[in-house]
C-alpha cells in the first residue's frame, strides 16, 4: 500500500460543503475513479483517509492537505480522480512517501496563509486591526495585496483557524460576523521563514518536502516507480 | 497558481484542472454568499453534486423545474426525482433542474434581501421555468409549496398566472387526491412519472407560444393530466361532484401506469450529494405495487398492479450505478422488498459483486418472517443498526380487521431469528385509532411489546424493544376511506395508555415514542380534503405555516385560527364517518381500483376477514385463483416473461 499525500481546492459553494463530510467526497469520487483504498480493520471497513486542519463551512481554499492510503497511484489516476470530484473540488498536488514514517500530516500542518477582505467595502479598516493582532502574537505576518485584499500568515492552523479573524475583527468592531468578512485559505504546511523575507506557507504537497516524492506517470507500487 | 503548485504539477506529470486556481472574485462576488453563510446548513443549498448534467442551450426545449417541498437532505433522498430528472434530460425537447424548500433562516433572509427562489444546477429563478413540478409525498408539506412559489417570483393562485409564468403542475401520492391544492396547481399528473412526461413534454413542446388556457387544454387530453381549472366542483348533502367545465374532457381522470418496469426508463447515473442526505445510497426500486392488500395502506391501493424487474438486468444496473456514483451502499426499494420474487437470485448475484467493492445491501422494508430476518442478517448495512418490524396492530383480531398478514407465529419466529442473529435492538412499529380498535387492542401492544424484550432476554442481557406509536389517518382509495379518524383528544389518551402501560413493564428495556396527534389530525383533514382547504392553507401560510411536518415548527393554534378564518371545520374532514354513497373529493380520479372493490374490503375489515395476496409468481394474474377483481390488473402476459 502506499501512503500518499495530496492537496485540494475547494471553490465556489463547495466551501459550504462541512470538513466532515469530506472524506466520502474523496471516496466516492475515488470509488468512480477506480482508486483502490487501503481499508480500515474492523466491523465495518473504510478506506483510511486523514484530513489536515478543519476548515470552516463558507471558507474557500487552494491547498488543502488529506492522506490516503492507496494500492497504487499515478499521475494519470489522479487526473481521472480530480475529475471524478464533485463540482468546486479540484486536486492541485500529490506525493507518496518514499521513507517510510515521513512525518504525521498533522505534525507538518505548521501554518496556514489566508487571504482577507471586507465584504462590499474597502478593506482598509483590516490594516489597523492586523497590526495589533500581530502585536498580540496572533498572527505571524501579514501584507496588503492587490484588490485590495489582506495575505495573512498564522502559524499552528489548528488553533489561529479562521473563527480566529471573525473574533478579532468583531471585537474590534470591524465586522458584525462571518458574513461581512471574505476569507480564502492559499495554504496550509510547511511556514518558512528567511531573513528580509516574508514568512510563507508551503503546501505539503511540495515536491521539495523531504520523504516523499512526485506521482509517477506509469504504473507504480510500493518502492518505485 | 503559486510556485510550489507549478512545480509539483510539472515533476508530477498532474496538471491540475483551471478552476482550481480561479480568481477569488468568483466567491468573494458570489451574492448568494452573505446568504448562506447567516444560515444553518449551508450545504443545503451549495450543490455542488456528482453526476449533474449540463444545462441544454438553444430554443424548443421544455424547462422543468423539480421541486421538492421539503428540505435538500429529504427530498434528494427521494428517488422520484433522480428518475424523473434523468428521464427528462434524455428526452430531446425537455430539460430538468431542481429546486429544494430553502428552511425559515433562509427564507427570512431571502425576503429581507429580496431575493428570489432559484433552481440548484443552473441558479435560474422559478418564475423563469416552463414547467415548475411538484411532488406531493406528504400532506404536511403543502405550506412549504407556497413557500416555494412565492419565493419564486409565480403568483400563488392558478388563476392569476399570466402566459408568461411557469405551469405549475404537481404529482405523487398527493395527486390522487388533489383538491385542496386544485387552485394553486395548473395541472397533477396521476400515475406513473415515466409514463406522463414523454407525452406531457410533447405537447408542451408543440403547444409552445400559445395561450396558457389552450395548452392547459390540450394537456388535459392526455391520460393522467388533471386540469383543475377544467373541472368545477360542487357541494351537497350527498357529497361533492364534478363536472367537466364548457364540455372539457370526461371524468374520472384515469391514471397512467407503466406496463413493464423492464420497459420503462430507469436511470443509468444518480446524482450524488457532497453533504450527508437522509438515504446516502443508490438505491433502486425492484419492484412497483403491493398486492398484500393492507387495508389502510394507500400506496399499496394505488400502485397496483405489481410489476416486478428482472432479476438479471437490474443487478447489472445496480452494479453499473455503484461504479458510476460510487456510493457505499445499495438499498432495494419497494413496498415490501421481501415481497420481491426474484430477491434470492438479485441478493446472491449482488453479494460478491459489492463484497468485492466494498459496497452495503440494505432492505428498507421488511417482512415479518424469518426468511426476511435471515435475509437481512446476511447484510452488513442492516445489522449495523437496529431492525424494525411492523405488526401494524396490537391483536389478531385487529391484525385482520387490516388485513396485515402477521400472526403470532409470524411475530415469535421473526423476533427469535433477530436476537439470535446478533441484533440486540428491534423497534415496532403501530398504529392507534385504526377502525374498530378498543383499549384491548392497545394493551395487545403493550403485550406484544413485553413479549417482544423477554424474547431478547433470552438472547442478550440488554436486549431493548422500541415501540413507535402513529395515529391511523384513513386515506384515500383506500377501504378505510369512510372511516372516521380519531380525534386527537382520544388520540393522546389512547397514546398514554400504551406508554404508561409500558412504562409499568419497561425498565430499561421497552421505549415507546408517539406521534404528535395534532399533526395527525392536520394530516387527516388534507388527506381527505376538498377544494375548500385551500383557503386554509392560504390564511395559514400567511399566518406562517411552514415546515408542518416539522414538530418544532408545527402550531394547531395557527391553523386553528386558518379554519376559523374561512369558516371551515376540520372535524368535519377528518373524524366524520362517509356514507356509502357520498361524493368523495377524489371520486373525480381513478386511481385503479374500483370503488366497490374498497366497499367490499370495508366490509370484511369489519368481519375480521382476511383477503388473500393475489399474485402468483411475482405478478398480478387477472382472474387468477385469488383474484379480488380490485381492478386495477393489467391484461395477462405471457408466461416467463415479467409485466
Same mark, same amino acid.
Given at each position: 500500500m502506499l501512503r500518499v499525500r495530496l492537496t485540494y481546492a475547494k471553490r465556489g459553494r463547495a466551501c459550504f460543503i462541512p470538513h466532515i463530510a469530506i472524506p466520502s467526497v474523496f471516496t466516492r469520487s475515488g470509488g468512480r475513479a477506480g482508486v483502490k483504498f487501503q481499508l480500515s480493520e474492523g466491523f465495518s471497513p473504510r478506506p483510511r483517509i486523514s484530513l489536515g486542519p478543519e476548515l470552516p463551512v463558507g471558507v474557500p481554499a487552494l491547498n488543502e492537505p488529506f492522506e490516503v492510503r492507496v494500492a497504487s497511484l499515478t499521475a494519470r489516476d489522479l487526473s481521472r480522480w480530480d475529475l471524478?470530484?464533485?463540482?468546486? #473540488?479540484?486536486?492541485?498536488?500529490?506525493?507518496?512517501?518514499? @521513507?517510510?514514517?515521513?512525518?504525521?500530516?498533522?505534525?507538518q500542518c505548521e501554518a496556514a496563509s489566508y487571504l482577507l477582505a471586507l465584504r462590499g467595502r474597502d478593506s482598509t479598516p483590516l490594516d489597523a486591526a492586523l497590526a495589533e493582532m500581530r502585536e498580540e502574537g496572533l498572527i505571524l505576518h501579514y501584507r496588503e495585496d492587490a484588490g485590495p485584499c489582506f495575505r495573512c500568515v498564522v502559524d499552528n492552523p489548528a488553533r489561529g483557524g479562521p473563527g480566529l479573524f471573525v473574533k478579532?475583527?468583531?471585537?474590534?468592531?470591524?465586522?458584525?460576523?462571518?458574513?461581512?468578512? #471574505?476569507?480564502?485559505?492559499?495554504?496550509?504546511?510547511?511556514? @518558512?521563514e528567511q531573513a528580509d523575507l516574508a514568512p510563507c506557507v508551503i503546501p505539503l504537497a511540495d515536491p521539495s518536502a523531504h520523504g516523499w516524492r512526485p506521482l509517477a506517470d506509469g504504473n507504480i507500487s510500493k518502492g518505485g516507480a | 497558481m503559486n510556485r510550489s503548485e507549478e512545480t509539483t504539477a510539472r515533476e508530477a506529470g498532474f496538471t491540475p484542472r483551471p478552476g482550481a486556481a480561479m480568481p477569488a472574485d468568483a466567491e468573494y462576488g458570489d451574492s448568494a454568499w452573505p446568504l448562506l453563510s447567516n444560515v444553518k446548513r449551508s450545504s443545503?443549498?451549495?450543490?455542488?453534486?456528482?453526476?449533474?448534467?449540463?444545462?441544454?442551450s438553444g430554443g424548443g426545449v421544455v424547462r422543468y423545474c423539480l421541486a421538492f417541498p421539503d428540505v435538500y437532505e429529504i427530498g434528494m433522498s427521494y428517488l422520484g426525482f433522480q428518475v424523473l430528472y434523468f428521464l427528462l434530460k434524455s428526452l430531446p425537447d425537455a430539460d430538468a433542474d431542481r429546486v429544494y424548500c430553502p428552511w425559515t433562516d433562509l427564507e427570512e433572509q431571502m425576503r429581507l434581501q429580496g431575493a428570489v427562489l432559484s433552481s440548484i444546477e443552473g441558479g435560474h429563478p422559478l418564475r423563469d421555468f416552463d414547467v415548475v413540478?411538484?411532488?406531493?409525498?406528504?400532506?404536511?408539506?403543502?405550506?412549504?409549496?407556497?413557500?416555494?412559489?412565492?419565493?419564486?417570483?409565480?403568483?400563488?393562485?392558478?388563476?392569476?398566472?399570466?402566459?408568461?409564468?411557469?405551469?405549475?403542475?404537481?404529482?405523487?401520492?398527493?395527486?390522487?387526491?388533489?383538491?385542496?391544492?386544485?387552485?394553486?396547481?395548473?395541472?397533477?399528473?396521476?400515475?406513473?412519472?415515466?409514463?406522463?412526461?414523454?407525452?406531457?413534454?410533447?405537447?408542451?413542446?408543440?403547444?409552445?407560444?400559445?395561450?396558457?388556457?389552450?395548452?392547459?387544454?390540450?394537456?388535459?387530453?392526455?391520460?393522467?393530466?388533471?386540469?383543475?381549472?377544467?373541472?368545477?366542483?360542487?357541494?351537497?348533502?350527498?357529497?361533492?361532484?364534478?363536472?367537466?367545465?364548457?364540455?372539457?374532457?370526461?371524468?374520472?381522470?384515469?391514471?397512467?401506469?407503466?406496463?413493464?418496469?423492464?420497459?420503462?426508463?430507469?436511470?443509468?447515473?444518480?446524482?450524488?450529494?457532497?453533504?450527508?442526505?437522509v438515504h446516502d445510497r443508490v438505491t433502486v426500486e425492484v419492484f412497483r405495487g403491493c398486492t398484500r392488500g393492507c387495508r389502510f395502506c394507500q400506496a399499496g391501493?394505488?400502485?397496483?398492479?405489481?410489476?416486478?424487474?428482472?432479476?438479471?438486468?437490474?443487478?447489472?444496473?445496480?452494479?453499473?450505478?455503484?461504479?458510476?456514483?460510487?456510493?457505499?451502499?445499495?438499498?432495494?426499494?419497494?413496498?415490501?422488498?421481501?415481497?420481491?420474487?426474484?430477491?434470492?437470485?438479485?441478493?446472491?448475484?449482488?453479494?460478491?459483486?459489492?463484497?468485492?467493492?466494498?459496497?452495503?445491501?440494505?432492505?428498507?422494508?421488511?417482512?415479518?418472517?424469518?426468511?426476511?430476518?435471515?435475509?437481512?442478517?446476511?447484510?452488513?448495512?442492516?445489522r449495523r443498526g437496529g431492525i424494525t418490524f411492523a405488526p401494524e396492530a396490537g391483536t389478531q383480531r385487529l391484525r385482520n380487521v387490516i388485513n396485515k398478514g402477521v400472526d403470532e407465529e409470524d411475530f415469535e419466529s421473526s423476533l427469535r431469528a433477530a436476537f439470535s442473529r446478533g441484533w440486540d435492538r428491534v423497534k415496532l412499529y403501530f398504529m392507534m385509532g385504526l377502525p374498530t380498535e378498543t383499549d384491548a387492542d392497545l394493551q395487545g401492544i403493550v403485550d406484544l411489546a413485553a413479549r417482544a424484550r423477554s424474547i431478547g432476554r433470552e438472547y442478550k442481557r440488554r436486549a431493548q424493544v422500541a415501540v413507535s406509536l402513529a395515529g391511523f389517518v384513513p386515506k384515500p382509495h383506500t377501504p378505510f376511506q369512510w372511516e372516521p379518524q380519531l380525534p386527537v383528544d382520544e388520540l393522546r389518551r389512547r397514546g398514554r395508555l400504551v406508554k404508561n402501560a409500558l412504562a409499568d413493564v419497561g425498565r430499561g428495556g421497552v421505549t415507546v415514542k408517539y406521534h404528535e396527534p395534532e399533526q395527525t389530525l392536520l394530516e387527516g383533514v388534507f388527506a381527505r380534503g376538498d377544494?375548500?382547504?385551500?383557503?386554509?392553507?392560504?390564511?395559514?401560510?400567511?399566518?406562517?405555516?411552514?415546515?408542518?411536518?416539522?414538530?418544532?415548527?408545527?402550531?394547531?393554534?395557527?391553523?386553528?385560527?386558518?379554519?376559523?378564518e374561512a369558516g371551515v371545520d376540520p372535524s368535519w374532514y377528518a373524524e366524520r364517518e362517509r356514507p356509502r354513497d357520498e361524493g368523495l373529493p377524489w371520486d373525480h380520479v381513478d386511481a385503479g381500483v374500483d370503488r366497490e372493490f374498497l366497499w367490499r374490503e370495508r366490509l370484511r375489515s369489519l368481519d375480521g376477514a382476511l383477503s388473500p395476496d393475489c399474485r402468483q409468481g411475482g405478478r398480478c394474474v387477472l382472474h387468477g385463483p385469488s383474484c379480488l377483481e380490485c381492478g386495477a390488473c393489467l391484461p395477462p402476459v405471457e408466461e416467463g416473461s415479467y409485466a
Amino acid at each position: 500500500m502506499l501512503r500518499v499525500r495530496l492537496t485540494y481546492a475547494k471553490r465556489g459553494r463547495a466551501c459550504f460543503i462541512p470538513h466532515i463530510a469530506i472524506p466520502s467526497v474523496f471516496t466516492r469520487s475515488g470509488g468512480r475513479a477506480g482508486v483502490k483504498f487501503q481499508l480500515s480493520e474492523g466491523f465495518s471497513p473504510r478506506p483510511r483517509i486523514s484530513l489536515g486542519p478543519e476548515l470552516p463551512v463558507g471558507v474557500p481554499a487552494l491547498n488543502e492537505p488529506f492522506e490516503v492510503r492507496v494500492a497504487s497511484l499515478t499521475a494519470r489516476d489522479l487526473s481521472r480522480w480530480d475529475l471524478a470530484l464533485p463540482g468546486g #473540488f479540484f486536486f492541485t498536488g500529490a506525493l507518496v512517501e518514499s @521513507v517510510p514514517g515521513a512525518g504525521s500530516l498533522n505534525g507538518q500542518c505548521e501554518a496556514a496563509s489566508y487571504l482577507l477582505a471586507l465584504r462590499g467595502r474597502d478593506s482598509t479598516p483590516l490594516d489597523a486591526a492586523l497590526a495589533e493582532m500581530r502585536e498580540e502574537g496572533l498572527i505571524l505576518h501579514y501584507r496588503e495585496d492587490a484588490g485590495p485584499c489582506f495575505r495573512c500568515v498564522v502559524d499552528n492552523p489548528a488553533r489561529g483557524g479562521p473563527g480566529l479573524f471573525v473574533k478579532e475583527f468583531a471585537k474590534r468592531g470591524i465586522i458584525r460576523g462571518w458574513a461581512d468578512l #471574505f476569507m480564502l485559505r492559499e495554504s496550509v504546511g510547511r511556514l @518558512v521563514e528567511q531573513a528580509d523575507l516574508a514568512p510563507c506557507v508551503i503546501p505539503l504537497a511540495d515536491p521539495s518536502a523531504h520523504g516523499w516524492r512526485p506521482l509517477a506517470d506509469g504504473n507504480i507500487s510500493k518502492g518505485g516507480a | 497558481m503559486n510556485r510550489s503548485e507549478e512545480t509539483t504539477a510539472r515533476e508530477a506529470g498532474f496538471t491540475p484542472r483551471p478552476g482550481a486556481a480561479m480568481p477569488a472574485d468568483a466567491e468573494y462576488g458570489d451574492s448568494a454568499w452573505p446568504l448562506l453563510s447567516n444560515v444553518k446548513r449551508s450545504s443545503r443549498y451549495a450543490g455542488c453534486e456528482y453526476g449533474v448534467l449540463p444545462e441544454k442551450s438553444g430554443g424548443g426545449v421544455v424547462r422543468y423545474c423539480l421541486a421538492f417541498p421539503d428540505v435538500y437532505e429529504i427530498g434528494m433522498s427521494y428517488l422520484g426525482f433522480q428518475v424523473l430528472y434523468f428521464l427528462l434530460k434524455s428526452l430531446p425537447d425537455a430539460d430538468a433542474d431542481r429546486v429544494y424548500c430553502p428552511w425559515t433562516d433562509l427564507e427570512e433572509q431571502m425576503r429581507l434581501q429580496g431575493a428570489v427562489l432559484s433552481s440548484i444546477e443552473g441558479g435560474h429563478p422559478l418564475r423563469d421555468f416552463d414547467v415548475v413540478g411538484f411532488t406531493l409525498q406528504y400532506e404536511l408539506s403543502y405550506s412549504n409549496i407556497l413557500t416555494m412559489l412565492d419565493l419564486g417570483g409565480i403568483p400563488l393562485l392558478a388563476s392569476d398566472r399570466g402566459d408568461r409564468d411557469p405551469l405549475v403542475a404537481a404529482g405523487g401520492a398527493g395527486a390522487f387526491a388533489p383538491e385542496p391544492l386544485a387552485p394553486f396547481v395548473d395541472f397533477f399528473c396521476v400515475g406513473d412519472g415515466e409514463a406522463l412526461l414523454p407525452p406531457i413534454t410533447d405537447s408542451l413542446s408543440r403547444s409552445a407560444g400559445r395561450p396558457r388556457a389552450e395548452r392547459l387544454a390540450r394537456l388535459s387530453e392526455i391520460r393522467g393530466v388533471y386540469v383543475p381549472s377544467m373541472v368545477d366542483c360542487e357541494y351537497s348533502p350527498d357529497g361533492v361532484h364534478f363536472t367537466p367545465v364548457d364540455g372539457g374532457r370526461s371524468l374520472p381522470v384515469r391514471r397512467t401506469v407503466v406496463e413493464s418496469l423492464d420497459d420503462a426508463f430507469m436511470p443509468n447515473m444518480l446524482l450524488v450529494p457532497s453533504a450527508g442526505i437522509v438515504h446516502d445510497r443508490v438505491t433502486v426500486e425492484v419492484f412497483r405495487g403491493c398486492t398484500r392488500g393492507c387495508r389502510f395502506c394507500q400506496a399499496g391501493m394505488v400502485t397496483r398492479p405489481v410489476r416486478e424487474r428482472s432479476p438479471g438486468p437490474l443487478a447489472r444496473n445496480i452494479i453499473s450505478l455503484v461504479d458510476r456514483t460510487g456510493w457505499e451502499e445499495v438499498g432495494l426499494l419497494s413496498l415490501a422488498s421481501c415481497d420481491y420474487s426474484g430477491i434470492t437470485e438479485l441478493v446472491r448475484t449482488l453479494s460478491p459483486e459489492l463484497a468485492a467493492r466494498n459496497v452495503r445491501l440494505s432492505l428498507p422494508s421488511l417482512r415479518m418472517d424469518a426468511f426476511s430476518v435471515e435475509l437481512a442478517a446476511g447484510m452488513e448495512a442492516m445489522r449495523r443498526g437496529g431492525i424494525t418490524f411492523a405488526p401494524e396492530a396490537g391483536t389478531q383480531r385487529l391484525r385482520n380487521v387490516i388485513n396485515k398478514g402477521v400472526d403470532e407465529e409470524d411475530f415469535e419466529s421473526s423476533l427469535r431469528a433477530a436476537f439470535s442473529r446478533g441484533w440486540d435492538r428491534v423497534k415496532l412499529y403501530f398504529m392507534m385509532g385504526l377502525p374498530t380498535e378498543t383499549d384491548a387492542d392497545l394493551q395487545g401492544i403493550v403485550d406484544l411489546a413485553a413479549r417482544a424484550r423477554s424474547i431478547g432476554r433470552e438472547y442478550k442481557r440488554r436486549a431493548q424493544v422500541a415501540v413507535s406509536l402513529a395515529g391511523f389517518v384513513p386515506k384515500p382509495h383506500t377501504p378505510f376511506q369512510w372511516e372516521p379518524q380519531l380525534p386527537v383528544d382520544e388520540l393522546r389518551r389512547r397514546g398514554r395508555l400504551v406508554k404508561n402501560a409500558l412504562a409499568d413493564v419497561g425498565r430499561g428495556g421497552v421505549t415507546v415514542k408517539y406521534h404528535e396527534p395534532e399533526q395527525t389530525l392536520l394530516e387527516g383533514v388534507f388527506a381527505r380534503g376538498d377544494r375548500r382547504l385551500a383557503d386554509v392553507l392560504l390564511s395559514a401560510w400567511r399566518m406562517g405555516a411552514r415546515f408542518d411536518g416539522w414538530s418544532e415548527h408545527f402550531s394547531l393554534a395557527r391553523w386553528m385560527e386558518a379554519f376559523a378564518e374561512a369558516g371551515v371545520d376540520p372535524s368535519w374532514y377528518a373524524e366524520r364517518e362517509r356514507p356509502r354513497d357520498e361524493g368523495l373529493p377524489w371520486d373525480h380520479v381513478d386511481a385503479g381500483v374500483d370503488r366497490e372493490f374498497l366497499w367490499r374490503e370495508r366490509l370484511r375489515s369489519l368481519d375480521g376477514a382476511l383477503s388473500p395476496d393475489c399474485r402468483q409468481g411475482g405478478r398480478c394474474v387477472l382472474h387468477g385463483p385469488s383474484c379480488l377483481e380490485c381492478g386495477a390488473c393489467l391484461p395477462p402476459v405471457e408466461e416467463g416473461s415479467y409485466a
